[in-house]
């Protein structure tokens, strides 16, 4: 012990260890007892104490924890013995290597730190030991490794964001983008989003320096030969698949209502790339809109290799700030009240005038102008009674109030929504030459929702427009329907933009197909099927080697599919072609399967051999096309031609609503496709086109899968323009609204075609094809109906007393209580659709979860997929029994009013025939 004086407070304790090792020095005040350690290390020759507490790994320390471009780095190296020790700088790959001699435990290397070391690399070292050295039992090698940081400030760009702490909406405001040592070279961007949205989405401030002078990982993996010096061990075996990165997307919401609108706009604007004036400034300006809350303002600079950014929060406010309360929708007929939050924030008590205007399909009942006495900070809550007019539409409220010298305006939109769904009549056919043909579209729609559309063209497929117009505008999306909606898309886009251009316009098809693309990735689980609804484990076989059919075409079309998606998809699919499981169900799946491995260049032959040789007539036809066809693309067409029959017999089973979706119409269409490819002058080809046509009747729409397959079937032979020469004119009551000829299609989306008789007239050579439909929502609501199901809808309280819907109180739970009674067994994939009246809001769609309310637990069944909207609950189920089923879920009265109370529908996706439908109804929501 060393006793030393410290004059003034401060003083120098020299030391010499003995010998190496780790000293602990320990400093203490006798009269007040304080302490203070340090801890040192002494290395020297020989060999040190860290020798066997990690006998294969090698400590390494650097000098400095960051170094400039230039400098020496200075890297001392603790191994466990002495040996050969190869040195490697490496990050993504290996940048410089040293080979140094240890002939001790313990070295110091200095390593040259270069520009290309930026940000970082990674020194490891590898030491071999002697054979001679150390006992035989010894470790034969060690490593390590030490991250080498660089200094790279130098890049950072400072940016500096001059902006107001407070702004007034509905404004052009200006803010002033200052950069450190920029010029005419550097650009920048500025955004402006409200922070709501930001910290709803957890988003960022991005920071190019971060992401390109970050800390970067070791992207190289270190292999070597050490295992192979011991006695080998069998892995441990486990069933259990290990812990993946499984994907989940939110569902991609097709929006059902007819009436679209974005009643929140969020706030987010952009300045586009600008440039700086020689001082290193610019003036951005924002259009502020309606807004009262907090923005983020966030810069983004960049220069050659200099990067930075910077972010500031400014308050946009009213001095009166108005907060709203409208309904979510609003329904033809509907009765509702406006609550208005009016907050004087101008600093002084005053006098304020209110007053709400409507447009659109609405109207003020009661009082539009109102006026009121408020104290400095005061509050208060008027309201204003409207109501809805009897037809559909967008309409739009703005909302004025000024006192004390300040005026502020705020608007929103509401869609009156129709209490029921939209319908489609489609009329198709033919007119040769030199005749003419009569149409007359259906009228009785509620005003503001009737559309009107005529196309006209040489192509027959237009015939089948219709078709795919329902399969664009199918309003769910599993992995089956998200497949139907594209895949026709891959080879008819043409067709699409005849069926719509404005809906398909400038390469919107290509769009289509890619979002289909992107949202069935991210459907796909971990062992390369894909969920049946998004966000769930529930797989359909047949609809993940549909979804890969999909897949697999589309990336011989050009469309990008990931690597690791196609690869886990291609190896699940040889796992259901090895499947060995004995019946009709499993036969078919793993023949498709086999059709799809061979389009994707990966036949199995020994498994199409198999069922070649053993089971190939205990096919179905389809699937015996299919089998043909996985030869055919396996480059072996004898063997097809052998496996295909003269003539195809018609499926005569039941259509399915889950499992393999069979149908008769799907079976043709199948096996027509592969005909198509494989044999177009097949003697089947004309039967099946003429059922396949006889059965896609316009007033029957059928299935997604049954469209998808038909559409595509029919396409491959009846694509090809006919040979024609022709003019016409379309007229209505006789009066010509349009010209037409065959050198393209033409598209008429006239209201007034819905006005009277429209006659169809062609002169010249060849056959012109028409399709005409009507769209819209019928004046009357449909009438209470069972088809094979039957629906009924209950409110109840709290407690689970039944509800008078015409006696609710504001504020009050509703547990709705949704009935379905099947009359047959196995009815799967059934979409129960409830639609809300206008004063209540979903709450708590899963109440079976729900311990405040047990009494609804036992009773209520579960589903297969859950779709909430602000207007409406969809709720998918499968019923393996017939019998009665119920589900419940709460929703919130918010809005005083009398309201419509839409019909319920349940339907069958797979058989739309077997359906049921409530009539309608009053909701009235009082004090």
Same mark, same amino acid.
């Given at each position: 012990?060393?006793?030393?004086?410290?004059?003034?407070?401060?003083?120098?304790?020299?030391?010499?260890?003995?010998?190496?090792?780790?000293?602990?020095?320990?400093?203490?005040?006798?009269?007040?007892?304080?302490?203070?350690?340090?801890?040192?290390?002494?290395?020297?020759?020989?060999?040190?104490?860290?020798?066997?507490?990690?006998?294969?790994?090698?400590?390494?320390?650097?000098?400095?924890?960051?170094?400039?471009?230039?400098?020496?780095?200075?890297?001392?190296?603790?191994?466990?013995?002495?040996?050969?020790?190869?040195?490697?700088?490496?990050?993504?790959?290996?940048?410089?290597?040293?080979?140094?001699?240890?002939? !001790?435990?313990?070295?110091?290397?200095? *390593?040259?730190?270069?520009?290309? @070391?930026? #940000? $970082?690399?990674? /020194?490891? &070292?590898? %030491?071999?030991?002697?054979?001679?050295?150390?006992?035989?039992?010894?470790?034969?090698?060690?490593?390590?490794?030490?991250?080498?940081?660089?200094?790279?400030? !130098?890049?950072?760009?400072?940016?500096? *964001?001059?902006?107001?702490?407070? @702004?007034? #909406? $509905?404004?052009? /405001?200006? &803010?002033? %983008?200052?950069?450190?040592?920029?010029?005419?070279?550097?650009?920048?961007?500025?955004?402006?989003?409200?922070?709501?949205?930001?910290?709803?989405?957890?988003?960022?401030?991005?920071?190019?320096?971060?992401?390109?002078?970050?800390?970067?990982?070791?992207?190289?993996?270190?292999?070597?030969?050490?295992?192979?010096?011991?006695?080998?061990?069998?892995?441990?075996?486990?069933?259990?698949?290990?812990?993946?990165?499984?994907?989940?997307?939110?569902?991609?919401?097709?929006?059902?209502?007819?009436?679209?609108?974005?009643?929140?706009?969020?706030?987010?604007?952009?300045?586009?790339?600008?440039?700086?004036?020689?001082?290193?400034?610019?003036?951005?300006?924002?259009?502020?809109?309606?807004?009262?809350?907090?923005?983020?303002?966030?810069?983004?600079?960049?220069?050659?290799?200099?990067?930075?950014?910077?972010?500031?929060?400014?308050?946009?406010?009213?001095?009166?700030?108005?907060?709203?309360?409208?309904?979510?929708?609003?329904?033809?007929?509907?009765?509702?009240?406006?609550?208005?939050?009016?907050?004087?924030?101008?600093?002084?008590?005053?006098?304020?005038?209110?007053?709400?205007?409507?447009?659109?399909?609405?109207?003020?009942?009661?009082?539009?102008?109102?006026?009121?006495?408020?104290?400095?900070?005061?509050?208060?809550?008027?309201?204003?009674?409207?109501?809805?007019?009897?037809?559909?539409?967008?309409?739009?409220?703005?909302?004025?109030?000024?006192?004390?010298?300040?005026?502020?305006?705020?608007?929103?939109?509401?869609?009156?929504?129709?209490?029921?769904?939209?319908?489609?009549?489609?009329?198709?056919?033919?007119?040769?030459?030199?005749?003419?043909?009569?149409?007359?579209?259906?009228?009785?729609?509620?005003?503001?929702?009737?559309?009107?559309?005529?196309?006209?063209?040489?192509?027959?497929?237009?015939?089948?427009?219709?078709?795919?117009?329902?399969?664009?505008?199918?309003?769910?999306?599993?992995?089956?329907?998200?497949?139907?909606?594209?895949?026709?898309?891959?080879?008819?886009?043409?067709?699409?933009?005849?069926?719509?251009?404005?809906?398909?316009?400038?390469?919107?098809?290509?769009?289509?197909?890619?979002?289909?693309?992107?949202?069935?990735?991210?459907?796909?689980?971990?062992?390369?099927?894909?969920?049946?609804?998004?966000?769930?484990?529930?797989?359909?076989?047949?609809?993940?080697?549909?979804?890969?059919?999909?897949?697999?075409?589309?990336?011989?079309?050009?469309?990008?599919?990931?690597?690791?998606?196609?690869?886990?998809?291609?190896?699940?699919?040889?796992?259901?072609?090895?499947?060995?499981?004995?019946?009709?169900?499993?036969?078919?799946?793993?023949?498709?399967?086999?059709?799809?491995?061979?389009?994707?260049?990966?036949?199995?032959?020994?498994?199409?051999?198999?069922?070649?040789?053993?089971?190939?007539?205990?096919?179905?036809?389809?699937?015996?096309?299919?089998?043909?066809?996985?030869?055919?693309?396996?480059?072996?067409?004898?063997?097809?031609?052998?496996?295909?029959?003269?003539?195809?017999?018609?499926?005569?089973?039941?259509?399915?609503?889950?499992?393999?979706?069979?149908?008769?119409?799907?079976?043709?269409?199948?096996?027509?496709?592969?005909?198509?490819?494989?044999?177009?002058?097949?003697?089947?080809?004309?039967?099946?086109?003429?059922?396949?046509?006889?059965?896609?009747?316009?007033?029957?729409?059928?299935?997604?899968?049954?469209?998808?397959?038909?559409?595509?079937?029919?396409?491959?032979?009846?694509?090809?323009?006919?040979?024609?020469?022709?003019?016409?004119?379309?007229?209505?009551?006789?009066?010509?609204?349009?010209?037409?000829?065959?050198?393209?299609?033409?598209?008429?989306?006239?209201?007034?075609?819905?006005?009277?008789?429209?006659?169809?007239?062609?002169?010249?050579?060849?056959?012109?094809?028409?399709?005409?439909?009507?769209?819209?929502?019928?004046?009357?609501?449909?009438?209470?109906?069972?088809?094979?199901?039957?629906?009924?809808?209950?409110?109840?309280?709290?407690?689970?007393?039944?509800?008078?819907?015409?006696?609710?109180?504001?504020?009050?739970?509703?547990?709705?209580?949704?009935?379905?009674?099947?009359?047959?067994?196995?009815?799967?994939?059934?979409?129960?659709?409830?639609?809300?009246?206008?004063?209540?809001?979903?709450?708590?769609?899963?109440?079976?979860?729900?311990?405040?309310?047990?009494?609804?637990?036992?009773?209520?069944?579960?589903?297969?997929?859950?779709?909430?909207?602000?207007?409406?609950?969809?709720?998918?189920?499968?019923?393996?029994?017939?019998?009665?089923?119920?589900?419940?879920?709460?929703?919130?009265?918010?809005?005083?009013?009398?309201?419509?109370?839409?019909?319920?529908?349940?339907?069958?996706?797979?058989?739309?025939?077997?359906?049921?439908?409530?009539?309608?109804?009053?909701?009235?929501?009082?004090?």
């Amino acid at each position: 012990m060393d006793k030393i004086r410290l004059p003034n407070g401060e003083g120098t304790y020299l030391y010499r260890p003995p010998s190496w090792g780790c000293y602990k020095l320990v400093f203490s005040d006798p009269k007040t007892g304080a302490r203070a350690v340090r801890e040192i290390y002494a290395y020297g020759w020989g060999y040190s104490p860290w020798a066997m507490d990690h006998p294969d790994r090698v400590q390494l320390d650097l000098d400095k924890k960051v170094y400039q471009t230039g400098e020496t780095a200075t890297l001392q190296i603790k191994a466990p013995f002495a040996g050969r020790a190869l040195v490697t700088v490496e990050r993504e790959k290996v940048y410089d290597a040293y080979s140094v001699e240890l002939k !001790e435990n313990t070295g110091i290397i200095s *390593i040259p730190v270069k520009e290309n @070391y930026k #940000p $970082n690399v990674y /020194v490891s &070292v590898h %030491l071999i030991r002697g054979i001679k050295l150390l006992d035989k039992r010894a470790p034969a090698r060690a490593f390590g490794t030490i991250p080498l940081s660089v200094d790279c400030r !130098e890049h950072r760009l400072k940016v500096t *964001i001059n902006a107001a702490k407070e @702004y007034l #909406p $509905n404004r052009t /405001v200006e &803010v002033e %983008l200052a950069v450190e040592g920029g010029g005419g070279e550097t650009q920048l961007t500025l955004a402006a989003v409200d922070e709501g949205i930001c910290q709803l989405t957890e988003f960022v401030t991005p920071d190019p320096w971060e992401f390109f002078y970050g800390k970067r990982a070791l992207g190289l993996e270190t292999y070597d030969l050490y295992g192979m010096l011991l006695p080998e061990v069998a892995p441990v075996e486990t069933k259990d698949s290990p812990a993946g990165d499984e994907e989940m997307d939110n569902i991609r919401r097709r929006n059902l209502n007819p009436v679209a609108i974005r009643r929140v706009k969020p706030v987010s604007l952009w300045s586009g790339v600008l440039r700086l004036d020689a001082a290193g400034r610019t003036r951005v300006k924002l259009d502020l809109p309606q807004f009262n809350g907090t923005l983020r303002l966030m810069a983004v600079a960049v220069s050659g290799t200099r990067f930075g950014s910077a972010t500031e929060k400014v308050l946009v406010r009213d001095p009166i700030v108005l907060t709203s309360t409208y309904p979510r929708v609003l329904a033809p007929g509907d009765r509702t009240e406006i609550a208005v939050g009016v907050f004087n924030g101008t600093g002084r008590q005053g006098d304020f005038n209110l007053e709400l205007r409507a447009e659109g399909p609405v109207r003020i009942s009661g009082f539009a102008k109102k006026k009121l006495t408020l104290a400095k900070g005061e509050e208060k809550m008027v309201t204003f009674a409207v109501a809805a007019k009897e037809e559909a539409g967008t309409c739009r409220f703005v909302l004025k109030a000024s006192g004390n010298g300040a005026t502020t305006t705020e608007t929103t939109e509401l869609s009156v929504r129709p209490a029921t769904p939209a319908v489609t009549a489609g009329f198709a056919g033919s007119v040769a030459a030199g005749k003419s043909a009569i149409i007359e579209l259906p009228g009785g729609w509620v005003p503001g929702t009737a559309r009107y559309s005529l196309t006209l063209s040489p192509l027959p497929m237009i015939e089948f427009t219709g078709r795919l117009r329902y399969l664009l505008g199918y309003p769910y999306g599993c992995v089956e329907q998200t497949t139907s909606r594209v895949f026709p898309l891959l080879y008819f886009a043409d067709l699409a933009g005849a069926a719509d251009p404005a809906f398909l316009a400038a390469g919107r098809a290509e769009t289509y197909v890619r979002q289909g693309i992107e949202k069935l990735q991210s459907m796909q689980l971990q062992d390369g099927s894909f969920s049946f609804w998004p966000g769930t484990d529930y797989v359909s076989p047949w609809g993940s080697i549909y979804a890969a059919h999909f897949l697999v075409e589309a990336r011989k079309a050009g469309y990008i599919v990931a690597d690791r998606i196609y690869d886990r998809m291609l190896t699940w699919l040889e796992t259901m072609s090895r499947k060995t499981i004995e019946g009709p169900v499993s036969r078919q799946l793993r023949v498709y399967a086999l059709y799809v491995l061979s389009l994707a260049g990966k036949p199995q032959l020994s498994s199409m051999a198999f069922i070649k040789g053993q089971q190939l007539s205990q096919l179905m036809p389809d699937s015996r096309a299919q089998l043909a066809a996985a030869y055919y693309y396996a480059n072996d067409r004898q063997t097809a031609r052998e496996i295909l029959p003269n003539t195809f017999a018609a499926y005569t089973g039941k259509r399915e609503t889950g499992g393999n979706f069979n149908s008769a119409v799907r079976s043709d269409a199948i096996i027509l496709s592969v005909l198509a490819d494989l044999d177009p002058s097949h003697p089947a080809v004309p039967k099946l086109v003429e059922r396949l046509v006889d059965a896609i009747r316009i007033d029957n729409w059928g299935t997604t899968q049954e469209n998808a397959f038909a559409l595509m079937a029919l396409g491959k032979l009846l694509h090809r323009k006919e040979a024609a020469d022709y003019t016409g004119e379309v007229l209505l009551n006789g009066k010509v609204i349009a010209v037409f000829d065959a050198k393209g299609t033409k598209r008429l989306g006239d209201q007034r075609l819905g006005e009277g008789k429209i006659a169809i007239r062609v002169e010249g050579v060849g056959e012109c094809y028409y399709y005409a439909e009507a769209t819209g929502v019928p004046e009357k609501p449909p009438a209470a109906a069972s088809h094979g199901l039957r629906v009924e809808r209950e409110f109840f309280d709290r407690h689970g007393r039944t509800l008078d819907p015409e006696r609710i109180r504001q504020g009050d739970l509703v547990v709705v209580g949704l009935t379905i009674e099947t009359e047959e067994d196995n009815v799967k994939n059934v979409v129960l659709v409830d639609l809300l009246p206008a004063g209540l809001e979903i709450e708590n769609p899963r109440l079976a979860t729900s311990a405040e309310l047990g009494w609804v637990s036992e009773k209520s069944f579960t589903p297969t997929y859950l779709d909430i909207r602000d207007d409406r609950l969809i709720v998918f189920a499968d019923f393996g029994r017939a019998g009665t089923y119920r589900f419940y879920y709460a929703a919130r009265a918010v809005s005083r009013g009398t309201f419509v109370l839409p019909s319920l529908r349940a339907e069958c996706m797979y058989e739309p025939e077997v359906y049921g439908v409530t009539s309608g109804g009053k909701v009235r929501i009082s004090d």
